[in-house]
């Protein structure tokens, strides 16, 4: 069993996710059947002689969430830690009948691997963005991706449709989508308990997509913070494409300042001791004075970089000792063991100031116990800038770790804080955690994945099921007078960088030959693309050729295109020298200049800095032609600005809806298509490429799916 950490990262009572909750706080349970899947489970079962003794983990998730998970009746699947193998039908069973557990068992070299390996020693220093001490290990990655595998398979054995899975924390970044692989209606939310690091960390390690795409396998995906949220999202777009109570101050002194962590090095306790050192060396008033009660517990001493960090923490308290200490006042007392709870206690309302300076924290529970613990409204904390509850307990004196000069100066700060201004910070952060405590926290993250489940399923049921393309093959053939209209890129072509090499293969032109072909059918291709290219690739064939999203139009039988629009290119010389600095700023992005419109292409620019780019152009042009008949499109990949007064639903609205047609069938991938979708009468069948919100009827995956269905068709 794992010792308690004060400090530990998972944080169950973090109130920031993925986005703020929205609704009532109001008590009680969510309707649904809980699943909790965590490392750990909130209970561990030994043998002591010939009884089974069950002792509650404390710390962590496990300890957060022990109340809760009885609350909701929830059943907790999670690795027992080391078992005999001769136990685990015993172990197992007693779980499961007195506290509804559920035990996965893990071979040691397999735990150690995926725990002690893979996730302390490779994830861990990574989320908390220290590279430096990340172990890149193809055999610790196995074995962390083995046990996902068995988790996954444990659950997916006891989902029940209806059945929330909530899954916990940095160790099972890949149990969402294999839960989703193997249960793909499952409703699974995500909660991590550590930071998440901007993208250049996590791209270090060689299997970063995987997590990635592990966790997109979950509903909702929760941080503690924004920032980590941000964090994510980028990776994501850039990724993917204690009887101290009892202890008095010490001799000749009146102030006690404390901090307690696990040995770590994100925890930044040698550059604590260092500002510690600073304050006595600017500030000998304080001298005899103020006492700072330094508690270290013990982990991973065996690591190589936990064992120097323990040496150059011992080096350091002892160097300050000797240089400032008296016979009748120790500096700072050192405390290297583990802290019971009655301790901890009583170090937290016995302290005047609680020194809370992380390098790296997802949020930090001292400075949330710290606060709650005070039965009487004093006490001073500081906190570091860079733990998640800095974000919430702001009246805190939030310092930079890494500046030496503002952390002594809080320090300061601390100790000749009237008792008033102490009062007043200590019950607006006592207050803003009453209301979002724990409780709180674990019923908002399930109403919220409760609501994107809903959203999730309306866009699911929009899905072009196997049924629904029989019924629509049905009316296809019965059909005597059918309209077919389909945009180009990316709805019957899929995208590429490079846009002149898109052209329509062999599978498309039979595909347009054959339906074209059919006098029952009158086929249309609605399109971004210039008059030009849908000339060179479509001009043979009896089709109705629609360009620049309406502007040009050849109609079927007809050999010349007509402009809906008078030409006037006088616009451009106004806004042509603003995009082509674009192209300049931005490499790998380019121009496209049409009869009636300036495109800036950028499918070949970094995804991020690429949408940056684009929101700006779209500001820029916006703001150019305010006065013109412009209009500015936001496409996929793509900004167009063009002539106002045409879209890609101007022609059917105008011409081809006055036919009486039997059958009319619309395709299209980005919002330029909406507007086709738009007109469309009631009994028309529209379909969506890709999974985004549509006015639609149904939406497929990729170009290859609307083949197939053009397919079913002809055969």
Same mark, same amino acid.
């Given at each position: 069993?794992?010792?308690?950490?004060?400090?530990?990262?998972?944080?169950?009572?973090?109130?920031?996710?993925?986005?703020?909750?929205?609704?009532?706080?109001?008590?009680?349970?969510?309707?649904? +059947?809980?699943?909790?899947?965590?490392?750990?489970?909130?209970?561990?079962?030994?043998?002591?002689?010939?009884?089974?003794?069950?002792?509650?983990?404390?710390?962590?998730?496990?300890?957060?969430?022990?109340?809760?998970?009885?609350?909701?009746?929830?059943?907790?699947?999670?690795?027992?830690?080391?078992?005999?193998?001769?136990?685990?039908?015993?172990?197992?069973?007693?779980?499961?009948?007195?506290?509804?557990?559920?035990?996965?068992?893990?071979?040691?070299?397999?735990?150690?691997?995926?725990?002690?390996?893979?996730?302390?020693?490779?994830?861990?220093?990574?989320?908390?963005?220290?590279?430096?001490?990340?172990?890149?290990?193809?055999?610790?990655?196995?074995?962390?991706?083995?046990?996902?595998?068995?988790?996954?398979?444990?659950? *997916?054995?006891?989902?029940?449709?209806?059945?929330?899975?909530?899954?916990?924390?940095?160790?099972?970044?890949?149990?969402?989508?294999?839960?989703?692989?193997?249960?793909?209606?499952?409703?699974?939310?995500?909660?991590?308990?550590?930071?998440?690091?901007?993208?250049?960390?996590?791209?270090?390690?060689?299997? !970063?997509?995987?997590?990635?795409?592990?966790?997109?396998?979950?509903?909702?995906?929760?941080?503690?913070?924004?920032?980590?949220?941000?964090?994510?999202?980028?990776?994501?777009?850039?990724?993917?494409?204690?009887?101290?109570?009892?202890?008095?101050?010490?001799?000749?002194?009146?102030?006690?300042?404390?901090?307690?962590?696990?040995?770590?090095?994100?925890?930044?306790?040698?550059?604590?001791?260092?500002?510690?050192?600073?304050?006595?060396?600017?500030?000998?008033?304080?001298?005899?004075?103020?006492?700072?009660?330094? *508690?270290?517990?013990?982990?991973?001493?065996?690591?190589?970089?936990?064992?120097?960090?323990?040496?150059?923490?011992?080096? +350091?308290?002892?160097?300050?000792?000797?240089?400032?200490?008296?016979?009748?006042?120790?500096?700072?007392?050192?405390?290297?063991?583990?802290?019971?709870?009655?301790?901890?206690?009583?170090?937290?309302?016995?302290?005047?100031?609680?020194?809370?300076?992380?390098?790296?924290?997802?949020? +930090?529970?001292?400075?949330?116990?710290?606060? *709650?613990?005070?039965?009487?409204?004093?006490?001073?904390?500081?906190?570091?800038?860079?733990?998640?509850?800095?974000?919430?307990?702001?009246?805190?004196?939030?310092?930079?770790?890494?500046?030496?000069?503002?952390?002594?100066?809080?320090?300061?700060?601390?100790?000749?804080?009237?008792?008033?201004?102490?009062?007043?910070?200590?019950?607006?952060?006592?207050?803003?955690?009453?209301?979002?405590?724990?409780?709180?926290?674990?019923?908002?993250?399930?109403?919220?994945?409760?609501?994107?489940?809903?959203?999730?399923?309306?866009?699911?049921?929009?899905?072009?099921?196997?049924?629904?393309?029989?019924?629509?093959?049905?009316?296809?053939?019965?059909?005597?007078?059918?309209?077919?209209?389909?945009?180009?890129?990316?709805?019957?072509?899929?995208?590429?960088? +490079?846009?002149?090499?898109?052209?329509?293969?062999?599978?498309?032109?039979?595909?347009?030959?054959?339906?074209?072909?059919?006098?029952?059918?009158?086929?249309?291709?609605?399109?971004?693309?210039?008059?030009?290219?849908?000339?060179?690739?479509?001009?043979?064939?009896?089709?109705?050729?629609?360009?620049?999203?309406?502007?040009?139009?050849?109609?079927?039988?007809?050999?010349?295109?007509?402009?809906?629009?008078?030409?006037?290119?006088?616009?451009?010389?106004?806004?042509?020298?603003?995009?082509?600095?674009?192209?300049?700023?931005?490499?790998?992005?380019?121009?496209?200049?049409?009869?009636?419109?300036?495109?800036?292409?950028?499918?070949?620019?970094?995804?991020?800095?690429?949408?940056?780019?684009?929101?700006?152009?779209?500001?820029?042009?916006?703001?150019?032609?305010?006065?013109?008949?412009?209009?500015?499109?936001?496409?996929?990949?793509?900004?167009?600005?063009?002539?106002?007064?045409?879209?890609?639903?101007?022609?059917?609205?105008? !011409?081809?809806?006055?036919?009486?047609?039997?059958?009319?069938?619309?395709?299209?991938?980005?919002?330029?298509?909406?507007?086709?979708?738009?007109?469309?009468?009631?009994?028309?069948?529209?379909?969506?490429?890709?999974?985004?919100?549509?006015?639609?009827?149904?939406?497929?995956?990729?170009?290859?799916?609307?083949?197939?269905?053009?397919?079913?068709?002809?055969?």
């Amino acid at each position: 069993m794992e010792p308690w950490d004060p400090q530990r990262d998972s944080g169950p009572r973090a109130n920031v996710l993925v986005r703020r909750l929205r609704g009532s706080a109001s008590a009680g349970p969510v309707d649904m +059947n809980l699943i909790l899947v965590s490392n750990r489970l909130p209970v561990s079962v030994r043998r002591v002689g010939k009884e089974l003794e069950v002792r509650p983990n404390p710390g962590g998730v496990a300890a957060g969430l022990a109340s809760f998970y009885r609350e909701y009746g929830a059943r907790w699947f999670g690795w027992p830690g080391e078992v005999a193998p001769e136990e685990t039908g015993p172990i197992a069973a007693r779980l499961e009948s007195e506290f509804d557990c559920h035990p996965i068992f893990l071979p040691r070299q397999l735990a150690r691997a995926y725990y002690g390996g893979f996730s302390n020693g490779t994830l861990w220093p990574l989320l908390h963005s220290f590279s430096t001490y990340v172990r890149y290990s193809a055999s610790d990655w196995n074995a962390y991706r083995d046990v996902n595998e068995r988790f996954a398979d444990e659950i *997916a054995r006891a989902v029940r449709p209806g059945d929330v899975v909530w899954i916990h924390d940095y160790q099972l970044m890949l149990l969402p989508r294999l839960i989703r692989e193997r249960k793909p209606d499952a409703r699974i939310g995500f909660f991590l308990h550590v930071p998440f690091p901007p993208y250049d960390v996590l791209r270090l390690l060689p299997w !970063h997509r995987d997590l990635l795409q592990g966790l997109l396998g979950a509903d909702l995906v929760g941080f503690h913070t924004y920032d980590y949220m941000r964090a994510f999202l980028s990776g994501v777009r850039r990724g993917l494409g204690h009887a101290i109570g009892r202890m008095r101050k010490g001799p000749g002194s009146s102030k006690l300042v404390f901090s307690i962590s696990r040995l770590d090095y994100t925890k930044g306790i040698p550059q604590q001791v260092e500002a510690y050192g600073q304050f006595l060396a600017t500030h000998p008033e304080w001298r005899r004075k103020v006492t700072y009660l330094l *508690a270290v517990v013990p982990s991973r001493e065996r690591v190589a970089e936990y064992a120097r960090l323990k040496r150059e923490i011992d080096e +350091n308290v002892g160097r300050i000792n000797s240089r400032y200490g008296t016979m009748a006042w120790t500096p700072i007392r050192y405390l290297f063991r583990q802290l019971d709870f009655e301790e901890l206690l009583g170090l937290y309302r016995t302290s005047d100031v609680a020194f809370i300076v992380p390098l790296r924290d997802g949020m +930090n529970l001292v400075a949330k116990e710290y606060v *709650a613990s005070k039965q009487e409204p004093h006490g001073v904390l500081i906190l570091s800038e860079m733990a998640g509850a800095s974000k919430e307990l702001l009246e805190a004196l939030v310092v930079n770790p890494n500046d030496v000069d503002e952390v002594v100066a809080a320090i300061d700060r601390s100790l000749t804080m009237p008792p008033e201004e102490q009062a007043v910070r200590i019950r607006a952060m006592q207050d803003r955690l009453r209301r979002y405590d724990a409780r709180t926290w674990a019923k908002r993250f399930l109403e919220r994945l409760d609501d994107v489940v809903r959203l999730s399923q309306d866009v699911t049921v929009k899905g072009l099921t196997s049924a629904h393309r029989k019924k629509i093959e049905t009316r296809y053939r019965v059909a005597k007078r059918r309209l077919l209209m389909f945009d180009y890129d990316g709805t019957i072509v899929p995208f590429s960088v +490079n846009r002149d090499a898109v052209t329509p293969d062999a599978r498309v032109m039979d595909l347009a030959k054959e339906l074209s072909s059919d006098p029952a059918n009158h086929v249309a291709l609605v399109s971004g693309r210039s008059r030009r290219d849908l000339e060179k690739w479509f001009g043979g064939l009896p089709m109705t050729l629609i360009g620049e999203h309406g502007a040009w139009i050849r109609d079927r039988g007809d050999l010349e295109w007509k402009a809906l629009l008078p030409l006037d290119a006088a616009w451009k010389d106004r806004v042509r020298p603003f995009i082509d600095r674009f192209v300049e700023r931005v490499p790998g992005s380019s121009t496209e200049e049409k009869d009636f419109s300036i495109a800036w292409h950028y499918r070949a620019v970094d995804p991020e800095s690429g949408a940056a780019a684009a929101k700006e152009l779209v500001d820029v042009l916006a703001s150019l032609t305010v006065n013109f008949d412009l209009q500015v499109l936001s496409g996929n990949k793509v900004v167009e600005i063009r002539r106002g007064g045409v879209n890609k639903g101007t022609y059917f609205a105008t !011409h081809l809806a006055r036919e009486p047609w039997d059958f009319i069938l619309a395709a299209g991938d980005d919002w330029t298509d909406e507007a086709l979708f738009g007109v469309l009468p009631s009994d028309a069948i529209s379909i969506h490429i890709g999974f985004a919100p549509s006015a639609a009827g149904f939406n497929l995956e990729a170009p290859n799916d609307l083949l197939d269905v053009l397919e079913s068709f002809v055969r």
